[in-house]
């Protein structure tokens, strides 16, 4: 249900642009080499995908290397900048 809100609580909302990069997107280029990242299925809910996404393209147009596996309780991943 839409409703009036005040400033104080779009701040705590997070506004974005609409067209600009998604947030773990932004983290995954942020990394420095041996970071990890843990990614929740929370914060990447595309549907039947995963970040690998973000990841692949990253590496072919950069030299930068990741490793990316599930955890074992499958509720989310963990991105490792290798090179």
Known sequence: MAKLI?????????????GKKHFVRVLIEQLEKGQRLYITRADFTWRKQ???YFINP???????????????????????RME
């Not at 400033?7 to 609409?18: I, K, V």
């Not at 950069?62 to 309780?73: D, H, L, M, V, W």
């Open 58 to 80: 990253l590496m072919k147009t950069t030299s930068k290397k990741f490793s990316i596996t599930e955890t074992r309780t499958r509720n989310g991943w963990i991105v490792v």
């Open 6 to 18: 005040t400033d104080e609580e779009a701040s705590e909302l997070g506004m974005r642009p609409f």
């Open 50 to 52: 995963n970040p690998n």
